[in-house]
């Protein structure tokens, strides 16, 4: 059986003899011979009245170009650029590019070097430049001003993903004689259903089937004087929608909301990864956020493990978990890098993970889903025994999978860092018990046992399995998972594994030298005391994966932690809007795996509220989504 490669077919760094960079793949040169910056701002720019379109006015926040074909990404930095020169720019900047066939950052900083002006911007894009996997990849530049969201791979199956209001329309794929499908009528359509209201457009070609093809899709468009040994361009708006194919209601297309400052309030209750991830991607966005905790700090219940480990989910059939695993743990790694930087010492180790095999026939298994998903090296590859063990840098139970994209993180410093950062401040409510939601109005007022902790236009329930006493009515499905590890102190043993060790167990770095073994996983056990059988047994699992590891090591005498975490019946998160309470969210059901969906699921909920485009699929949104129950329901009810 065959199957969708995860890895793209990166584009090849060539020129012709005039110095244009040329493409192999459509044989067609990147940009004109007279500059590729000149060209952006003269077709790309100009055509669709930037700057002046994106000045600030009346209600207005931010501006949202999509480009189809991103190439050497020329086009980005010039309006980057243009950008951060206007200082009467609106606040932020969404640019959301396609592209099939992306550069390495290699090839990518190679080309950028003939534009010196350009040096620190590319530097910045460059030092975040995603992994060349198929999918979204959201960035975050300039100081948060701008955001950059990839789709890589087939223009023709992503846009139809992508949840978005387009301002402006960069069209710039290669020749349609040579690259047709990226000017074909159902991408018009898809660029259509994008668009917002006075939404303009730009390219350089002014072929007869690219004109008929954005006027059937409800664009006017007219030629204007050219670029260089261009004597014509094509410019235009968006004058009227098309009819659209019905749509499932998980999948309508967002509107972008002209929000009041009452409206940008929230109260996020939970100061755990879910929550404290929540407050400050709405923090960023400029929103008031009261966080809320009846703990006196972050990160005391299932977040207060003392390590995690992040990293990819790989199966054969790339189910939704391993698809949404790919932009979640870029996501998660940008998040974490730019959250080092500000806290010098955050534990948050990117030291790769190695997963091993239970035993020959699983290895096996390992090797062929690789091969069959044609997967970076960088991403994941299997690893005989041998290699295994000189990557453990101890004996090691056989064969595996060696991730070097990933590693271990403290989670309540992560907590504490996302509402530590100094540009995004977050409003704290600690040792406030929350026990009530109450409508007050417009808002969300929330109650604990001393009256009236906050008010706010939204609210995010953040509390892992608690959410259900909260939200009684919502019919959630979470399950409490009982989690118990086992803490080996440092130098308790000679021959530890140099990085984190995972499988049918797990054996990783503490920040204080020992390791951590786990965890159990024992479902509506509210125990809350250490026990020794669960020491054993995490013990057992630890000595399966690292034979010898755990000799003379006294179970009676380990330390340990019990959480509590919260999964669902499918083992995908809960986010998004309630739907018997607008303007009440959940964020839950993290199970083991906090430091993966985290990041990126609150990014996608606080662009739900402000109405930014989306970092996820639409398709893959659906499964973590609140209808998905609603829709099982109605189908269980139809058969």
Not at 75 to 91: G, H, Q, S
Not at 626 to 637: G, P, S, T
Request: aromatic share 8%; charged share 15%; with cysteine.
């Amino acid at each position: 059986p065959s199957a969708p490669a995860v890895s793209v077919t990166p584009a090849r760094l060539e020129f012709n003899p005039a110095g244009q960079a040329l493409s192999t793949l459509f044989d067609d040169v990147y940009h004109s011979a007279g500059g590729a910056l000149a060209q952006a701002r003269h077709v790309f720019l100009g055509g669709n009245g930037l700057p002046q379109r994106w000045r600030k006015s009346p209600g207005g926040e931010r501006f949202t170009i999509v480009e189809t074909g991103f190439g050497m990404g020329l086009n980005f930095l010039a309006t980057w650029a243009e950008f951060a020169a206007d200082p009467d720019a609106m606040t932020r900047l969404h640019y959301v590019a396609v592209e099939q066939h992306p550069f390495s950052a290699a090839d990518l900083a190679s080309v950028h070097a003939r534009w010196p002006e350009l040096v620190s911007f590319s530097g910045e894009l460059l030092a975040q430049w995603p992994m060349l996997v198929v999918g979204f990849h959201r960035l975050h530049l300039f100081g948060g001003r701008i955001t950059l969201t990839l789709l890589f791979g087939d223009a023709a199956q992503l846009l139809p993903q992508l949840t978005a209001r387009a301002d402006a329309f960069y069209l710039d794929g290669f020749s349609p004689e040579k690259n047709p499908v990226i000017w074909s009528p159902p991408v018009c359509r898809e660029l259509a259903r994008l668009a917002a209201p006075g939404a303009t457009l730009a390219t350089w070609t002014v072929a007869g089937a690219v004109r008929s093809a954005l006027t059937a899709a409800g664009f006017a468009v007219q030629k204007r004087a050219g670029f260089g040994t261009k004597r014509q361009m094509l410019a235009g708006h968006f004058a009227a929608r098309a009819p659209q194919p019905s749509q499932q209601p998980e999948q309508q297309p967002i509107h972008q909301p002209v929000h009041t400052a009452t409206q940008t309030s929230v109260s996020v209750i939970g100061a755990g990864l879910a929550g404290t991830f929540c407050a400050e991607r709405l923090a960023a966005r400029g929103w008031e956020v009261t966080l809320i905790d009846r703990h006196s700090g972050p990160g005391q219940e299932a977040s207060g493990n003392p390590a995690g480990l992040l990293r990819p989910i790989v199966n054969k059939e790339d189910a939704v978990n391993a698809r949404l695993s790919r932009p979640a743990l870029g996501y998660a790694l940008r998040h974490f890098n730019a959250l080092a930087a500000q806290n010098p010492g955050l534990p948050w180790h990117l030291s790769g993970v190695l997963q091993l095999a239970r035993d020959a026939a699983e290895a096996e298994r390992f090797a062929a889903i690789v091969a069959l998903h044609a997967m970076p090296v960088d991403w994941v590859r299997h690893v005989d025994a041998k290699e295994a063990a000189a990557i453990a840098g101890c004996a090691v139970r056989g064969a595996g999978w060696w991730m070097p994209t990933a590693g271990w993180a403290a989670p309540p410093a992560l907590c504490a860092a996302n509402i530590n950062r100094p540009q995004t401040p977050v409003r704290r409510a600690f040792s406030a018990n929350a026990l009530r939601l109450a409508r007050a109005g417009a808002l969300w007022r929330v109650e604990g046992d001393q009256g009236v902790i906050s008010e706010a236009a939204h609210v995010i329930v953040a509390t892992a399995h608690d959410a259900r006493a909260l939200l009684p009515e919502a019919g959630l499905q979470l399950i409490s998972v009982r989690g118990q590890l086992s803490f080996v102190p440092a130098g308790a043993r000679n021959g530890s594994p140099r990085v984190p060790i995972d499988g049918d167990g797990v054996v990783a770095p503490l920040a204080d030298g020992g390791f951590f073994l786990g965890a159990t996983f024992q479902i509506d056990d509210t125990e809350r005391a250490l026990r020794i059988e669960d020491h054993r047994a995490n013990l057992a699992r630890a000595e399966s994966l690292l034979p010898g590891f755990t000799a003379k090591i006294d179970a009676a005498m380990l330390g340990g932690r019990a959480g509590f975490r919260a999964t669902t019946p499918d083992r995908m998160p809960i986010y998004g809007e309630l739907l018997q309470q607008p303007g009440v969210h959940v964020a839950a059901g993290l199970g083991a795996r906090g430091l993966l969906w985290a990041p990126l699921l609150a990014e996608h909920l606080a662009s739900q509220l402000a109405g930014d485009p989306l970092p996820v699929a639409r398709d893959l949104a659906a499964t973590f989504g609140m209808r998905r129950f609603a829709a099982r329901d109605a189908r269980r009810e139809m058969q």
